[in-house]
């Protein structure tokens, strides 16, 4: 059974750095790529971007280019999602999800709730 | 690339169908529709796929649902609607690039 695992919520303040996880299991990690999706509160879903844990090839949404940093670990299979100075409009949920022939998420993780505030 | 424009909320009685539009901003969205997915979200809930390249249903997922296309607009119907359909639907195109504003179902 294919499996995404993500860490736990955190809580942060304002200028903080944070590096949340995806797990995977199941399946051939490096075989696929893993997009990641933000989802501030009330709000829909944005595709951030999305990273291939096989050559790393990594592809930004224009809206995050710059903002956050995602990478894979070298002898894990985890992906990470990284912010260096977080700030309060970071608050949101992130979920992990499999991108299947380039078209389609069909695995997720339950997500990551990230709260900045003071 | 485009937009992709839902109806923010749709309503239907227990057994009745309801249709999810999924609008391109324009007629080059068209070709792309071909592999256009759905997800169901519940609240607190990972996002599940439902529906992928525009007709085809994952493994487990109910033939109540069901995907179509026509002109620049994809399409979600959900038919005989159960209380445990209530959630919110986000179609996805351009290879998971782009999500719809996402649909807010209501069962009465």
């Known amino acids: 059974e294919v499996q995404l695992v993500q860490s736990g919520a955190d809580v942060k303040k304002p200028g903080e750095s944070l590096k949340i996880s995806c797990k995977g299991s199941?399946?051939?990690?490096?075989?696929?790529?893993i997009g990641w999706v933000r989802q501030m509160p009330g709000k829909g879903l944005e595709w951030m971007g999305s990273?291939?844990?096989?050559?790393?090839?990594?592809r930004y949404s224009p809206s995050f280019q710059g903002q956050v940093t995602m990478s894979v670990g070298k002898s894990s299979d985890t992906a990470y999602l990284q912010w260096t100075s977080l700030k309060a409009s970071d608050t949101a949920m992130y979920y992990c999800?499999?991108?299947?022939?380039?078209?389609?998420?069909?695995?997720w993780g339950q997500g990551t709730l990230v709260t900045v505030s003071s | 690339q485009s937009a992709l424009t839902q109806p923010a909320s749709v309503s239907g009685s227990p057994g009745q169908s309801i249709t999810i539009s999924c609008t391109g901003a324009?007629?080059?969205?068209?070709?792309?529709?071909?592999?256009v997915s759905w997800y169901q979200h519940h609240p607190g809930k990972a996002p599940k796929l439902i529906i992928y390249?525009?007709?085809k249903r994952p493994s487990g997922i109910s033939n109540r649902f069901s995907g179509s296309k026509s002109g620049n607009t994809a399409s979600l119907t959900i038919s005989g609607l159960q209380a445990e359909d209530e959630a919110d639907y986000y179609c996805?195109?351009?290879?998971?690039?782009?999500f719809g504003e996402g649909t807010k179902v209501t069962v009465l």
């Open positions: 990273i291939h844990p096989g050559d790393a090839d990594t």
């Open positions: 199941g399946y051939s990690f490096s075989s696929y790529y």
């Open positions: 999800a499999r991108l299947v022939s380039g078209y389609y998420f069909d695995s």
């Open positions: 324009s007629s080059s969205d068209v070709g792309t529709f071909d592999l």
């Open positions: 390249e525009r007709t």
């Open positions: 996805s195109s351009y290879g998971g690039r782009v």
